[in-house]
């Protein structure tokens, strides 16, 4: 401590950094215990926390001073920073060549994405009273979806994050034109859709400048930090770069997050990428847990129960048209029912820019302190229902991918030759080699997509969760030659083959193993044969770099045929077996050099 300097624990700053660490690493944590969000953990901790609960009692307990935020307003600039740096790891996955490649879906889906929705709602909240002006107002803030919440929960780049990604992505280059364009309709705006004009044209300078720096300044920026080898100022010169760049579309009039993410496009095309992301990555985390506190602080609780059925009709109407919107979009566009179901629903609550186009409106006098205070309730509970909403989403597409999967193949129920659980990489392979030897076989695969393609592919391919137990009664493994497990679950693997041995127990059971410990219990469990798959490929890259570093072959052979020999007698022992497992063996025709 600097001499002189006294130690204030009053200042909010502690009790405010307790709460945010307390919930970062304790109620978290003891909330994943219960398979609960840390989504949804942080924003109940910001509902506790908040004015509304726990911090409302500081009066009457002093005490809670240091268990609650006593400041709200004085976190949100940190969460803010959390989804800066959001759209800056998405950034670090992208390059200008995928951007160039999505145009069409974020100035095409985007767009009528966006203003579709916000016609659809302007025109209900229209017949129900609103004027035309707050009505356009509060259609364009309640049709935006949630960046900081619906990327983390499905990534950039999976086939619901891919259209979603393009269509948050027009919402935020769209978020200032609509802030300016509420600003012109006020009944006493002067200008204002000449402002809209101005902030295009320094925009595009200042994307410009940014492209121009990511190709001259940053390469020799991050080539200098690297070369200190100090991770404090490649860190450093990390976040100098993504606050650069947020500060510099800020300053054109644009979102700052626009400047984030193409700060992150930007670095992606260098070496430093990973690096960056690696070093970054705590910051975002933490940050993103600071926004998602604020969120919960937003939530008045006794509000809610005093309006509860008006909250939930608009809470509803709003997911109905915004879900709606986006399926029917997706749908039309070639994206399967499924797919389409699952973007529409998770896209369906308001977004946290909600919020910023609420006080626009408000600002420009389009709407009423009353109404402003009720649709921020709204966004409040939309956000925080967010997580739940994805998983409604999968379960929805799940459903529909059932009834629209292409028809099951015909099986011979008193002869299905080779059963193999499980169609990916492994399964798919074993399959190929036993049609190559023209053996009969039906694989069964719990990924409706993965079921759908190999169908295509004239594989005879069953979808079903073997989990479940009445499905491997239908399996009718009685009649079969065999049983191959190939699923990546080694839990679930070891399961089923201690099931099945039970009740068959002659039939050659295959399985899968992760390494030699998991082979051991596979052999408990009563396969006939397990094959560790981290053994051999290990084993077969020890040998390639041997002999390319000069041993000759004769020694690197032999030892692998020890090392070989070792695992075997070890899985053997653990296993109890009273036979060597079948590990594979060199046969004099592999070590001819």
Same mark, same amino acid.
């Given at each position: 401590?600097?001499?002189?300097?006294?130690?204030?624990?009053?200042?909010?700053?502690?009790?405010?950094?307790?709460?945010?660490?307390?919930?970062?690493?304790?109620?978290?944590?003891?909330?994943?215990?219960?398979?609960?969000?840390?989504?949804?953990?942080?924003?109940?901790?910001?509902?506790?926390?908040?004015?509304?609960?726990?911090?409302?009692?500081?009066?009457?307990?002093?005490?809670?001073?240091?268990?609650?935020?006593?400041?709200?307003?004085?976190?949100?600039?940190?969460?803010?920073?959390?989804?800066?740096?959001?759209?800056?790891?998405?950034?670090?996955?992208?390059?200008?060549?995928?951007?160039?490649?999505?145009?069409?879906?974020?100035?095409?889906?985007?767009?009528?994405?966006?203003?579709?929705?916000?016609?659809?709602?302007?025109?209900?909240?229209?017949?129900?009273?609103?004027?035309?002006?707050?009505?356009?107002?509060?259609?364009?803030?309640?049709?935006?979806?949630?960046?900081?919440?619906?990327?983390?929960?499905?990534?950039?780049?999976?086939?619901?994050?891919?259209?979603?990604?393009?269509?948050?992505?027009?919402?935020?280059?769209?978020?200032?034109?609509?802030?300016?364009?509420?600003?012109?309709?006020?009944?006493?705006?002067?200008?204002g859709w000449e402002g809209i004009w101005n902030v295009a044209l320094r925009g595009a300078i200042a994307v410009a400048a940014l492209f121009a720096a990511g190709?001259?300044?940053?390469?020799?920026?991050?080539?200098?930090?690297?070369?200190?080898?100090?991770?404090?100022?490649?860190?450093?010169?990390?976040?100098?770069?993504?606050?650069?760049?947020?500060?510099?579309?800020?300053?054109?009039?644009?979102?700052?997050?626009?400047?984030?993410?193409?700060?992150?496009?930007?670095?992606?095309?260098?070496?430093?990428?990973?690096?960056?992301?690696?070093?970054?990555?705590?910051?975002?985390?933490?940050?993103?847990?600071?926004?998602?506190?604020?969120?919960?602080?937003?939530?008045?609780?006794?509000?809610?129960?005093?309006?509860?059925?008006?909250?939930?009709?608009?809470?509803?109407?709003?997911?109905?048209?915004?879900?709606?919107?986006?399926?029917?979009?997706?749908?039309?566009?070639?994206?399967?029912?499924?797919?389409?179901?699952?973007?529409?629903?998770?896209?369906?609550?308001?977004?946290?820019?909600?919020?910023?186009?609420?006080?626009?409106?408000?600002?420009?006098?389009?709407?009423?302190?009353?109404?402003?205070?009720?649709?921020?309730?709204?966004?409040?509970?939309?956000?925080?229902?967010?997580?739940?909403?994805?998983?409604?989403?999968?379960?929805?597409?799940?459903?529909? +991918?059932?009834?629209?999967?292409?028809?099951?193949?015909?099986?011979?129920?008193?002869?299905?030759?080779?059963?193999?659980?499980?169609?990916?990489?492994?399964?798919?392979?074993?399959?190929?080699?036993?049609?190559?030897?023209?053996?009969?076989?039906?694989?069964?695969?719990?990924?409706?997509?993965?079921?759908?393609?190999?169908?295509?592919?004239?594989?005879?391919?069953?979808?079903?969760?073997?989990?479940?137990?009445?499905?491997?009664?239908?399996?009718?493994?009685?009649?079969?030659?065999?049983?191959?497990?190939?699923?990546?679950?080694?839990?679930?693997?070891?399961?089923?083959?201690?099931?099945?041995?039970?009740?068959?127990?002659?039939?050659?059971?295959?399985?899968?193993?992760?390494?030699?410990?998991?082979?051991?219990?596979?052999?408990?469990?009563?396969?006939?044969?397990?094959?560790?798959?981290?053994?051999?490929?290990?084993?077969?890259?020890?040998?390639?770099?041997?002999? +390319?570093?000069?041993?000759?072959?004769?020694?690197?052979?032999?030892?692998?045929?020890?090392?070989?020999?070792?695992m075997r007698q070890m899985i053997r022992q653990d296993a109890n077996l009273d036979r060597d497992p079948r590990i594979r063996r060199l046969r004099q025709a592999?070590?001819?050099?």
């Amino acid at each position: 401590m600097v001499p002189g300097m006294a130690l204030n624990l009053h200042n909010s700053g502690f009790s405010d950094a307790l709460v945010i660490l307390g919930a970062a690493g304790i109620v978290i944590p003891a909330f994943a215990r219960f398979r609960i969000s840390p989504v949804i953990g942080f924003i109940l901790v910001g509902v506790l926390v908040g004015p509304a609960a726990l911090g409302g009692l500081v009066p009457q307990v002093p005490w809670l001073y240091y268990l609650t935020i006593s400041n709200p307003a004085s976190i949100e600039p940190f969460a803010e920073f959390g989804i800066i740096l959001l759209l800056f790891s998405i950034g670090l996955e992208l390059s200008l060549k995928r951007l160039w490649t999505m145009r069409r879906l974020v100035f095409g889906l985007g767009a009528v994405e966006l203003f579709g929705s916000a016609v659809l709602i302007a025109i209900g909240l229209h017949l129900i009273g609103q004027a035309w002006g707050g009505a356009i107002g509060l259609g364009l803030a309640l049709s935006l979806s949630s960046t900081a919440l619906v990327l983390p929960l499905v990534g950039a780049a999976s086939r619901v994050g891919r259209p979603a990604f393009a269509m948050l992505l027009f919402e935020d280059l769209a978020l200032v034109p609509i802030i300016f364009a509420l600003g012109a309709m006020a009944p006493t705006a002067a200008g204002g859709w000449e402002g809209i004009w101005n902030v295009a044209l320094r925009g595009a300078i200042a994307v410009a400048a940014l492209f121009a720096a990511g190709r001259f300044v940053l390469p020799r920026l991050f080539a200098q930090a690297a070369r200190t080898k100090s991770p404090e100022l490649f860190l450093a010169a990390s976040l100098l770069v993504v606050i650069v760049a947020s500060l510099t579309t800020a300053a054109a009039g644009l979102s700052p997050i626009v400047g984030a993410l193409l700060a992150g496009v930007l670095i992606a095309e260098t070496e430093y990428a990973r690096e960056v992301e690696v070093m970054t990555e705590p910051f975002k985390g933490l940050a993103l847990g600071v926004f998602l506190l604020t969120i919960g602080m937003r939530l008045d609780l006794s509000l809610v129960l005093a309006n509860w059925g008006q909250l939930l009709a608009a809470i509803i109407a709003v997911m109905a048209v915004k879900a709606g919107v986006t399926t029917a979009l997706l749908k039309f566009t070639g994206t399967r029912t499924g797919t389409a179901a699952e973007a529409g629903v998770l896209m369906s609550s308001p977004s946290e820019t909600t919020l910023i186009v609420l006080a626009a409106a408000l600002a420009a006098g389009l709407i009423l302190p009353s109404t402003a205070a009720f649709w921020t309730t709204v966004t409040a509970i939309g956000l925080t229902i967010t997580p739940l909403l994805a998983k409604a989403g999968q379960a929805v597409a799940r459903r529909i +991918d059932r009834q629209e999967r292409i028809a099951d193949p015909d099986v011979d129920a008193d002869r299905p030759g080779t059963v193999i659980i499980g169609f990916g990489r492994v399964g798919r392979t074993v399959a190929d080699m036993l049609a190559v030897h023209g053996k009969p076989f039906v694989a069964v695969e719990a990924d409706i997509d993965v079921v759908n393609e190999a169908k295509r592919a004239g594989y005879p391919v069953i979808f079903g969760d073997v989990a479940r137990s009445e499905l491997v009664d239908r399996l009718r493994l009685g009649h079969a030659d065999a049983l191959i497990l190939t699923m990546d679950d080694p839990v679930l693997t070891v399961a089923l083959a201690r099931r099945v041995r039970g009740w068959l127990p002659t039939l050659p059971i295959i399985a899968r193993a992760r390494d030699g410990a998991h082979a051991s219990e596979l052999y408990k469990a009563g396969v006939t044969d397990a094959v560790p798959e981290t053994l051999e490929s290990s084993l077969q890259l020890s040998e390639a770099v041997l002999v +390319d570093i000069g041993v000759a072959m004769g020694p690197v052979i032999a030892s692998i045929h020890e090392k070989r020999d070792e695992m075997r007698q070890m899985i053997r022992q653990d296993a109890n077996l009273d036979r060597d497992p079948r590990i594979r063996r060199l046969r004099q025709a592999d070590v001819t050099p």
